[in-house]
């Protein structure tokens, strides 16, 4: 897809069982309205999808993966495919700084993952950002590009259109601490170059780029108003469906 529309992800974590997601997508989806420049994503518990994907509208609604395993089947005790998902969801989180850092994703990892989602036709959102103590030593540069290149190692200049690219700072993620408009300007401008370096200019132009962290109904707008932001991913904020789809509605009059 090209940047011609806003997405708008929801990324519901460890919250909300079966029920409470159906109940949450019932009231989303009567009010939320749908607009051809926005996308609403949506990312349950695992748990839900199956329910939720019976249930859902496509064309108002997308639902997202939080997680998956990168082999396709086999014996790997407790763990869900994206060839599991395909069909199911159209999106898949990759790379989010709890998977990095709770879990210990490493970039092999993420990698593998992003090539598994787009082996089943779903979209991965490759999540990227710096810590704390990483933007205090001046390396966030540095951190983007590492995790770019370890995330995109095998991907070709035509899968990179399927992919969303998320800058997410860690310190940023359920602190309440947002990052500055001004910075992720910076951030998301570096890693357009990166990607300018590595696949061409006209791949780093068309690739979607979202921000992440600590977003709320209050600050939304000043993320969307930003020319190199194409989206938002946000966690908190989305488990509430007004505030959700009064975020929605900010981004469908502010662009494009
Ligand atoms: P937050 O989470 O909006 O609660 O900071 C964002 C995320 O984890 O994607």
Not at 16 to 38: C, E, F, P, Q, T
Not at 89 to 102: A, F, N, T
Request: charged share 20%; with cysteine.
């Amino acid at each position: 897809m090209a940047r011609d529309k806003t997405l708008i992800i929801g990324n519901w974590k460890m919250n909300l069982g079966v029920h409470d997601s159906s109940l949450y997508l019932h009231k989303l989806a009567k009010v939320v309205k749908i607009h051809r420049n926005v996308e609403v994503v949506i990312a349950p518990t695992i748990l839900a999808l199956q329910t939720l994907s019976v249930q859902v509208n496509l064309r108002q609604i997308k639902l997202a993966a939080q997680n998956f395993y990168y082999r396709d089947h086999g014996a790997y005790t407790g763990e869900v495919s994206a060839t599991m998902l395909r069909g199911i969801v159209q999106y898949v989180l990759v790379g989010h700084s709890e998977r990095r850092h709770v879990f210990h994703e490493s970039d092999k990892d993420i990698r593998a993952k992003v090539q598994a989602a787009i082996r089943n036709d779903i979209r991965p959102i490759l999540c990227v950002g710096e810590t704390a103590g990483e933007k205090a030593a001046d390396e966030t540069k540095d951190v983007l590009f590492d995790q770019l290149i370890g995330g995109l190692a095998n991907v070709t200049s035509e899968e990179l259109e399927k992919i969303v690219i998320a800058y997410e700072p860690v310190w940023a993620i359920g602190t309440g601490k947002n990052a500055l408009p001004p910075d992720v300007t910076f951030a998301i401008q570096a890693i357009r170059s990166q990607l300018k370096h590595l696949y061409g200019a006209k791949a780093a132009a068309n690739i979607q780029v979202l921000y992440g962290g600590s977003v709320t109904a209050d600050s939304a707008a000043a993320y969307l108003e930003l020319p190199d932001v194409d989206g938002l991913l946000i966690g908190g904020a989305s488990l509430d469906a007004h505030i959700f789809s009064g975020i929605i509605e900010k981004a469908y009059t502010i662009k494009k």
